[in-house]
Structures are given as structure tokens and as C-alpha cells.
């Protein structure tokens, strides 16, 4: 198996399942990065590509490509493919095969699904279940963002940005929430809302957040979850879920819901309440879902967060302000041009709950920025300081000037945040100890 696009964090999980199922894993990926350095430390690929060229697939006939919803079809590599013959399969088919090997509970959302699925699989290990996971990140805990177990649960994260969730055989639907973020695949709310209710109706059993527009997407059985009080400290968080003290290290009103939707398919999937709930008080975060990375020079804490919609931005800065600090710092890279022109303004209203705000330039993934003429991160930075009330907005397009101007910017006590779905996590680690 060739996997066009494998350093990403979806194809890279595809591929240890591969690999760990027997195949022989060939991958190439336009840039390095830390999912393709792993892949290849560990073993899982027989050849890893950095840059995409016809010679990167293997020879011989008996070749299966599969790529990622980023790779046009004009890849050089796709190309190849077609020129030998060889099988080319998008990897929501490969997703399709894999989840259809196991009892699979997918977790679906815009926000949160990354955390919940990594909240689910601790939650089943502690429960003794052995499941297997394809998450989007690795899941906090030493462990990677996938594994193949011989248990017979896999839990995955559902993907509705390019449909693959509908993809996946479903055993257990989990729903977060929906909102629409993906501009470019979705027209409006209610072709999304549709899209999330053929999930739900191809799962036997779901697990969705209390709210009547979500329920109602449902036609068949769905068990409904909500956290009433919730205390919230520089520890993490507390509640109560069926008469269990839930007790997180991760902050936030938001991972408390995340926990409950987590422990209700835990709980379809037969695992001991008891013992998920205890599981769950160990679970320290998902990669780059709020993570600690060190402090700067000056003795501010810098974490690192993959926010790239409003509501997330909003709910990881409320999250902040329960650590306490002197000031709250919050550094934001755009995540696309459609998605950044549409929602530039609800950026600034979660931003402006900083005390400083930085914007970065956009980071463009699979977009043009000549499709998308005057729609820039200054859109975001503008917004934001209109909003402001006089609190100091950075505009910083360039990732190096940014790193000198925060490092002077940086003081003792504060909380610097650098969030984004891009590379804005390289600005990040070099903010500690500068």
C-alpha cells in the first residue's frame, strides 16, 4: 500500500493500521513533520517521501495508492497510478475497510472530536476493553494517534470536513456538536445538519449533546448528554455523571462535556462506569489540545492549541482563565482563506477575551490564496482590535518577526496561547525558553 499525503494526522494513523494488518506501507507527504518522522522511527514505513514524484510508488503491479482528501488528483503520484493500472482508492474507502474489520464507535463533531475520541479510548482501556483507535492526533498518555489491537472495539475519529464520516460502518455514533466550519464543502447549516443526520441514521446506536436541533437529526433511539454544575479550577474540572464524581486534569466547561459524551459510549460499549470514570481522571490531553509546552524566558507559560474556529478559540481562552494568570496571551494562526473570510469577525469577538492578541498570517493547506484575492490574516487582526478596547492587537504575517516580538512582549505570570490548526505550533516551541 502507497499512501499519497501519509504525514498528516488522519493517513498516518491509516497507515499503522496497515501496517500493524500486515501490509507492506510505502507513504510520501509534501513537507517532513513529526507524524512522518514517527512513522518512519517506528518502523511502520517501508519507504517515506518527503516531496511527491511518480518514482515514490513502489514497482511492481501488485500497488494500492490511497490518498488524502489534500491530494488533487493532478499529484504526480495519482498520475502514476493511472498510468500503471494500479488501484487508487480515496482514503475515506480505506477508512471504510478498516472500520468495517471491527465494532466501531465513531465520534463526530465540529469541535471536540479529537479530545472525546481520546477520552474514549482511555476510558475503554481502563475498562480492560482493549480497543483499537484512528485519531486525529496522538491521544495524550505516550500513546499514537492509532493503534490495532486484537480487542473488538475501534474507536475513530469522523471526519465531516470531506464527507468520510459517512464513510465508516457504525456501531456507536457519538455527535459533539455541529456548527458549519468547512466553507468550501458545505453550502449551509442545513446541508451539513443533513450530512450529520445520515451519520446518525447508518449507526445502530448514538450518543448526541442535549441540544433539540442536534436530537432531532436522529430518527431512530439516541441517548442525550449534558453536565449540569460544573466546578472549574487551575486543576481541571468537576461533575457529576450518573452519580460518579468525574474528575479531569484537562480545564475547561468544554472537556467536561467532552467526558460525558466520551463515558455514554463508553457505557454502550459495555465498559464498567467505575472504572471508565477512573481512567479518565489520568487522561492529561490530547496532542496539541491545550498542551504545556514549557516557558519562555521571561517565566510565561506557553501552550500549544489546535483551535481554528471561533467557538474553539472562545472555549480554549475561558479555559485559560482558570490557570489564573497575570495576563492572558493569546496568539491565533487563520486556518484557511474560505473559512478565514467567512468567520474573520467571530474570530475577533473570541480574541478580543484576551488581554493581548496576536494574528498570524493564514495558513492556506490545500487552498490558493490567488482563489481568494484580499483575504488575508489582517482581516482577523483588524476585527480584533476594533473589538479590542485599547488591549495591544499584534499583526505579525511573518512566523520569525512574530517569535522576537512576543518573546519581548512575554512577562512573568502570563499565559501565552498559540493556537491554530496550521504550523503555528513551531512559533510555539521556540517561544519557550526565548
Known amino acids: 500500500m502507497h499512501l499519497v499525503g501519509v504525514g498528516g494526522a488522519g493517513m498516518s494513523a491509516y497507515a499503522r493500521a ?109 475498562a480492560g476493553l482493549d480497543p483499537g483507535w484512528l485519531v486525529g492526533a496522538p491521544v495524550g498518555g505516550g500513546l499514537e494517534n492509532a493503534h490495532w489491537s486484537e480487542g473488538e472495539w475501534l474507536v475513530v475519529e469522523a471526519d465531516e470536513s470531506d464527507r468520510s464520516m459517512l464513510s465508516i460502518h457504525v456501531e456507536v455514533a457519538l455527535v459533539t456538536n455541529v456548527e458549519l466550519d468547512h466553507h468550501a464543502s458545505f453550502a449551509s447549516l442545513q446541508e451539513l445538519r443533513a450530512a450529520f443526520g445520515e451519520f446518525l441514521d447508518g449507526a ?53 462535556l467532552n467526558a460525558a459524551g466520551a463515558l455514554e459510549a463508553a457505557l454502550l460499549a459495555g465498559a464498567e462506569p467505575g472504572a471508565a470514570v477512573a481512567a479518565l481522571a489520568g487522561f492529561g490531553g490530547a496532542y496539541r489540545r491545550f498542551q504545556l509546552l514549557g516557558t519562555s524566558a521571561a517565566g510565561a507559560r506557553v501552550y500549544d492549541d489546535y483551535a481554528h474556529h471561533p467557538t474553539e478559540v472562545l472555549a480554549t481562552l475561558e479555559a485559560a482563565r482558570t490557570l489564573a494568570p497575570k ?19 467571530d474570530f475577533a469577538r473570541a ?60 512577562r512573568e505570570g502570563d499565559l501565552c496561547v498559540v493556537m491554530g490548526a496550521g504550523d503555528s505550533d513551531r512559533l510555539a516551541r521556540e517561544l519557550v525558553g526565548r
Open 204 to 256: 445502530r446506536q448514538a450518543v448526541v449533546l442535549d441540544r433539540p436541533e442536534l436530537l432531532a437529526l436522529r430518527a431512530g433511539p439516541v441517548v442525550p448528554f449534558e453536565v449540569g454544575e460544573v466546578r472549574l479550577d487551575p486543576g481541571g474540572a468537576r461533575f457529576r455523571w450518573h452519580e460518579r464524581e468525574v474528575t479531569l486534569a484537562v480545564p475547561g466547561r468544554h472537556n467536561a
Open 18 to 126: 496497515a501496517h500493524a494488518l500486515g501490509a507492506r506501507v510505502s507513504g510520501s507527504d509534501a513537507a517532513a513533520g513529526p507524524y512522518l518522522a514517527r512513522l518512519l522511527a517506528d518502523g511502520v514505513l517501508a519507504g517515506g517521501e518527503v516531496g511527491h514524484a511518480a518514482g515514490n510508488i513502489p514497482a511492481g503491479g501488485d500497488v494500492e495508492v490511497n490518498y488524502s482528501s489534500a491530494v488533487a488528483s493532478e499529484n504526480p503520484e495519482r498520475v502514476a497510478a493511472r498510468e500503471r493500472g494500479l488501484a487508487e482508492h480515496p482514503r475515506a474507502q480505506l477508512l471504510a475497510e478498516l472500520s468495517g474489520l471491527r465494532r466501531t464507535i465513531a465520534v463526530a463533531g465540529t469541535h471536540g472530536k479529537t479530545t472525546s475520541a481520546s477520552m474514549l479510548v482511555h476510558a475503554l482501556r481502563g
Open 327 to 345: 495576563r492572558l496571551v493569546a496568539v491565533f494562526q487563520p486556518h484557511l482563506y474560505s473559512r478565514t473570510a467567512a468567520l474573520a469577525r
Open 351 to 410: 480574541l478580543a477575551h484576551a488581554d493581548v492578541a496576536a494574528v498570524l498570517e493564514i495558513y492556506p493547506a490545500r487552498e490558493r490564496a490567488t482563489e481568494h484575492p484580499g483575504v488575508s490574516g489582517l482581516m482577523v487582526a483588524l476585527a480584533t482590535a476594533e473589538r479590542s478596547g485599547g488591549r495591544r492587537v499584534y499583526w505579525l504575517p511573518q512566523m520569525q518577526r512574530a517569535a522576537e516580538v512576543l518573546a519581548a512582549e512575554l
